[in-house]
């Protein structure tokens, strides 16, 4: 058990941004174990692979280039790194939790017999006290994720098996480069075929179509996000219009979406997405841990609430008091003004 594996998913030969978080922080927990950081890389033509992957401290790429291997599917994935895997012998197997990496991860620790923690918001090693033997485990991983509808965090941890596989969700650890773009790493390409049969490739493509994100709260700078004290469908509308006006997008809390105030695809949150906007301002949002725990590593925080003592005004660098219809119709005022 010497390295750290993480899969990168690929769309074309672009790596996704989940695995180059993921890789990010598998170089922290590589460090602190004192083993190496190895990638796993699928895909058609991935000349262009090697260069986005190595600077987030990849110690080992492994690539596996074939054309049969262009777009996912389940069987040929599974079995090169279920091979891999066993090839290897990594202590801990990493993976987005993604469209792909819920279909591929749960597979792979069926075949494997590893268990699987799915949806983490966190990773940390830490001890173990082994009830069964007496000892402690050391340097185990720490598989952290809402549980219960996001009512509690639980802690997973995998003590008899290996790999300790964990899928992570997009936006929640942070991009580190830890190498220069010129390190150059070790590439190994491995022959696809030692790793599959023709069995495998029994689902064959015939169309492919893709729909693109309906928002872009991931990459934008500016959020404007809103919760139950926004009070409806119609009042999210302003929100909507302030973003337009700041070039950013619209997040909502659990509860506003719950409410039918916001599709699900804006929620932010343990239960959501994690963002990072420069400016985040947080409209008629009470400030539950479920929700800051996705906002609160923005840049500048504003709150807008009529309760002064409203829990996100904690956390908030500018508190404005007052209610959302009051607010927010002066500030799209302003910037219309000035726009």
Same mark, same amino acid.
């Given at each position: 058990?010497?390295? $750290?594996?993480?899969?990168?998913?690929?769309?074309?030969?672009? %790596?996704?941004?989940?695995?180059?978080?993921?890789?990010?922080? !598998?170089?922290?927990?590589?460090?602190?174990?004192? %083993?190496?950081?190895? #990638?796993?890389?699928?895909?058609?033509?991935?000349?262009?692979?090697?260069?986005?992957?190595?600077? =987030?401290?990849?110690?080992?790429?492994?690539?596996?280039?074939?054309?049969?291997?262009?777009?996912?599917?389940?069987?040929?994935?599974?079995?090169?790194?279920?091979?891999?895997?066993?090839?290897?012998?990594?202590?801990? @197997?990493?993976?987005?939790?993604?469209?792909?990496?819920?279909?591929?991860?749960?597979?792979?620790?069926?075949? @494997?017999?590893? !268990?699987?923690? #799915?949806?983490?918001?966190?990773?940390?090693?830490?001890?173990?006290?082994?009830?069964?033997?007496?000892?402690?485990?050391?340097?185990?991983?720490?598989? $952290?994720?809402?549980?219960?509808?996001?009512?509690? %965090?639980?802690?997973?941890?995998?003590?008899?098996?290996?790999?300790?596989?964990?899928?992570?969700?997009?936006?929640?650890?942070?991009? $580190?480069?830890?190498?220069?773009?010129?390190?150059?790493?070790?590439?190994?390409?491995?022959?696809?075929?030692? =790793?599959?049969?023709? #069995?495998?490739?029994?689902?064959?493509?015939?169309?492919?179509? %893709?729909?693109?994100?309906?928002?872009?709260?991931?990459?934008?700078?500016?959020?404007?996000?809103?919760?139950?004290?926004?009070?409806?469908?119609?009042?999210?509308?302003?929100?909507?219009?302030?973003?337009?006006?700041?070039?950013?997008?619209?997040?909502?809390?659990?509860?506003?979406?719950?409410? !039918?105030?916001?599709?699900?695809?804006?929620?932010?949150?343990?239960?959501?997405?994690?963002?990072?906007?420069?400016?985040?301002?947080?409209?008629?949002?009470?400030?539950?841990?479920?929700?800051?725990?996705?906002?609160?590593?923005?840049? $500048?925080?504003?709150?807008?609430?009529?309760?002064?003592?409203?829990?996100?005004?904690?956390?908030?660098? =500018?508190?404005?008091?007052?209610?959302?219809?009051?607010?927010?119709?002066?500030?799209?005022?302003?910037?219309?003004?000035?726009?």
């Amino acid at each position: 058990m010497n390295n $750290i594996l993480v899969y990168c998913e690929l769309d074309g030969n672009k %790596v996704a941004e989940v695995s180059m978080e993921l890789l990010s922080k !598998g170089r922290q927990l590589a460090d602190t174990l004192g %083993v190496e950081l190895h #990638a796993a890389a699928l895909g058609y033509n991935l000349s262009a692979v090697p260069q986005q992957l190595v600077p =987030y401290g990849v110690d080992t790429l492994h690539l596996f280039d074939d054309e049969r291997l262009a777009y996912y599917t389940t069987q040929p994935y599974t079995s090169v790194l279920c091979k891999l895997v066993k090839e290897e012998q990594p202590q801990i @197997l990493l993976l987005g939790a993604t469209v792909v990496g819920r279909d591929l991860a749960p597979r792979l620790s069926s075949t @494997l017999e590893s !268990g699987l923690t #799915a949806d983490c918001t966190a990773l940390e090693l830490g001890n173990y006290e082994d009830k069964k033997s007496g000892g402690t485990i050391e340097n185990l991983l720490y598989s $952290i994720r809402p549980a219960f509808g996001g009512n509690i %965090v639980a802690t997973i941890v995998n003590p008899y098996h290996r790999p300790q596989m964990a899928t992570v969700r997009e936006g929640v650890m942070p991009l $580190i480069k830890s190498r220069p773009d010129s390190y150059e790493g070790k590439v190994v390409t491995h022959n696809v075929d030692d =790793y599959v049969c023709d #069995a495998d490739f029994a689902v064959h493509i015939i169309e492919r179509h %893709v729909e693109p994100r309906k928002n872009n709260l991931k990459g934008a700078q500016v959020v404007v996000a809103g919760g139950y004290g926004v009070g409806s469908k119609e009042n999210f509308e302003m929100l909507h219009t302030l973003a337009h006006l700041l070039h950013g997008d619209v997040g909502a809390t659990r509860a506003a979406v719950d409410a !039918g105030f916001a599709s699900h695809d804006r929620q932010i949150g343990q239960t959501g997405l994690t963002v990072r906007p420069k400016v985040y301002i947080a409209c008629g949002i009470s400030g539950q841990v479920q929700h800051i725990s996705g906002m609160q590593d923005s840049g $500048i925080i504003i709150s807008v609430n009529s309760d002064p003592n409203a829990p996100i005004n904690s956390i908030a660098d =500018y508190v404005i008091t007052g209610t959302v219809e009051e607010v927010v119709p002066k500030l799209i005022n302003f910037y219309q003004q000035k726009s």
